[in-house]
């Protein structure tokens, strides 16, 4: 393909592994009459050329490759007040590795050079191939992109495996930097092509200029399926096919006689600058995470827990976090525990911790989220304030040496409260929990309304749901990516250190929470042990409340009891659209009732964490437990679904 015009503008690395190190600073030369200044990048060749008189915001153009090839747009936009970058990965073709040196390189620019936190990629041939992994690793840091006759899809390009002719030698060079085999690699799904949707959320304008009869990077395997699809997200796309004038090298080499209008395209996408709200405005870094950091670096055999609702078991940021890990630090083996469950908050993570986490080993790094779910539970203030904190110290005292951050993720009625002025009661208990024991931090929540009021995006057209678009997903990421970069730069311990609990926030707090098994009770007439419940009435379930051990009774005056030891007790019910009233009393105390049936419960068998006591003297209880007359209107039924049982042990 491009080897034979350009093989010595290649830069081949053989380094297997990214280290961090300071960007070294070279000479200063001339580019195109402008000043360059040459640095290297953990090896890697890099400049960027300054122009005469920058523009406010310093907007830059960012080349992928080639850095010298048809250069009148480049000249253009430094005569205008840009700068314009490059750093030689050439070799790597966009792949992991080849991002992590892009990283650097733009982390170095914004905060050592103050260039605009947008850049304008330039994608010439197999530029299209870092461009676009790039951009869809960070399409919050994009202004546009130009494609020039661009890789889309490395199966037709060096691969051969379509129309193209391919290149044998460029195909083995791509194997030898993703370290995958050609079976592999025929079976990757995050070409250009591919996994378009958070760009397209972003609305990032692309400029594809293509050769009309382009024989060596077709644009029917390249250029045309990828405006397609990203057309069809929503993303803004214009296509210019060259049909004059020389067209060499198979048609893939074309001519460009107005390069003002991509200029302008350029221009007009990146100037003016408008800054973002800065991500550190929303992250508390306190302890940060050093010990994990040092297990990852060192010992390079980590396990990552997550503990959450429906926005961290979606596929999503979290996601996104786990495949950022694993390029940053390739020689090391991740172990990722996805333990969300839907609709669940601080209560129900406080108990199921043990069973659904903790029992799969020593865990060395725990994300934590509740904030939307205990506003939608409606969890009182005090008993979130229990569960958090007996999460955080149950896990500590699992690994001393666990971190943990702390995330409180975006809601309608959050962003109601900071309009207003109040910061919402889930968000104060998360970071009270989170400042006591020293733990990092992410105010999600806040950083959605705050750059809702700055017009960086609105609700509706943009994030649109408490569970994120597309859009939203993007910003959690980057959000967390950013306290990654913060913490990385923290040196690590030389020695792991251990945590030492403080005292206590609250008495009661659910340190020693679990689940107490359903054959525990003493169950009357009525009640059947099922050992693999599933519903007879069509409606949802959650993953890990069906197919499951469930005691179940559906006749009013059912009676059960339950002799337990410990100062808090509940149960974990599903709540279909037959949930009844249930009536409890403890060691014969006053008996209280409890309706099962929720909002949600005409379409879903929801999970339903109910406390009956948190309180309670260090000892032996009795819980009595009866399926009351009384039902809800709404309700086709009186049952009781009893998946678990739970309580804090003395």
């Known amino acids: 393909m491009l080897r034979g015009l350009i093989t010595s503008l290649l830069f081949c690395s053989t380094v297997l592994q990214l280290h961090a190190q300071a960007p070294a600073a070279g000479q200063a030369d001339l580019w ?32 992928a490759s080639f850095p010298d090839w048809h250069t009148d747009i480049d000249s253009l936009l430094l005569v205008r007040g840009f700068y314009v970058a490059y750093v030689s990965v050439d070799d790597q073709f966009g792949s992991p590795y080849a991002m992590q040196v892009w990283d650097q390189f733009y982390t170095y620019l914004i905060k050592k050079q103050g260039f605009a936190t947008r850049a304008a990629l330039e994608a010439i041939s197999r530029g299209g191939l870092y461009a676009y992994a790039w951009a869809k690793r960070n399409p919050d840091k994009v202004s546009c992109i130009y494609a020039e006759t661009p890789v889309c899809d490395f199966k037709s390009w060096p691969g051969g495996k379509g129309k193209s002719p391919g290149d044998k030698d460029e195909w083995i060079k791509l194997q ?26 972003f609305k990032v304008p692309i400029f594809h200029l293509v050769g009309y009869d382009d024989k060596l990077v077709p644009s029917s395997e390249n250029t045309f399926p990828l405006v397609q699809k990203y057309m069809a997200l929503g993303g ?108 669940l908050g601080s209560l129900p993570h406080a108990f199921r911790l043990q069973q659904d986490l903790l029992d799969s080993g020593k865990v060395d790094l725990m994300f934590l989220e509740a904030a939307v779910n205990d506003k939608v539970n409606k969890t009182d203030s005090l008993i979130q304030i229990r569960a958090l904190e007996g999460i955080v110290s149950h896990a500590r005292k699992s690994n001393p040496a666990m971190d943990i951050i702390m995330m409180s993720f975006a809601d309608p009625y959050k962003t109601d409260d900071y309009n207003k002025g109040k910061v919402p009661t889930e968000i104060a208990n998360h970071e009270l929990i989170a400042a006591h024991y020293n733990l990092p931090s992410i105010n999600l929540a806040k950083e959605v309304a705050d750059k809702i009021r700055n017009n960086e995006f ?44 403080p005292q206590l926030l609250n008495t009661f707090s659910f340190t020693k929470g679990r689940y107490y098994n359903i054959r525990n009770a003493k169950a009357g007439t009525g009640w059947v042990y099922f050992p693999n419940w599933k519903p007879s009435d069509n409606l949802s379930t959650r993953e890990g409340f069906v197919n499951v051990p469930m005691l179940v009774a559906e006749r009013t005056g059912s009676k059960l009891t339950l002799p337990f030891s410990g100062t808090a007790v509940g149960m974990a019910v599903v709540s279909g659209g037959d949930a009844g009233v249930i009536s409890y009393s403890i060691d014969n105390g006053p008996v209280k009732e409890i309706d099962l049936y929720t909002e949600y419960s005409s379409w879903l068998h929801l999970p339903n964490y109910l406390l009956f006591q948190g309180d309670l003297k260090k000892g032996s209880h009795t819980l009595t437990l009866t399926i009351s007359d ?18 804090n042990d003395n």
């Open 630 to 647: 009384k039902k809800n209107a709404n309700s086709k039924g009186n049952a009781c679904r009893i998946v678990n049982f739970f309580i």
């Open 236 to 343: 803004p796309v214009t296509v210019y096919p060259v049909t004059d004038g020389p067209q060499e090298m198979q048609g893939h080499h074309v001519p460009i006689k107005k390069p003002a209008v991509i200029a302008d395209f350029i221009y007009q996408n990146s100037y003016p600058v408008n800054a973002p709200l800065s991500y550190k405005n929303y992250i508390n870094i306190r302890g940060g995470i050093p010990n994990a950091y040092k297990i990852i670096t060192q010992k390079k055999q980590v396990t990552v827990g997550f503990v959450g609702g429906s926005i961290t078991y979606n596929p999503g940021w979290r996601e996104k976090v786990c495949r950022y890990l694993s390029e940053r630090f390739p020689d090391t083996k991740f172990r990722f525990i996805r333990a969300a469950i839907p609709s």
């Open 32 to 63: 195109k009459g402008f000043e360059r200044i040459n640095i290297s990048i953990s090896g890697h060749k890099a400049y960027y050329v300054k122009p005469r008189k920058p523009l406010q915001g310093n907007p830059w153009v960012w080349r």
């Open 176 to 201: 030898n930097a993703y370290h995958l085999n050609e079976t592999q690699l025929l079976q990757y799904n995050d070409n250009p092509i591919d996994n378009l949707e958070g760009l397209a959320s």
């Open 458 to 501: 609105s609700w509706n057209d943009d994030f649109k749901d408490i569970h994120p678009s597309p859009f939203g997903q993007e910003l959690y990421f980057a959000t967390i990516k950013s306290l990654f970069h913060y913490v990385f730069e923290i040196k690590p311990p030389q020695n792991i250190v251990k945590a030492k609990l």
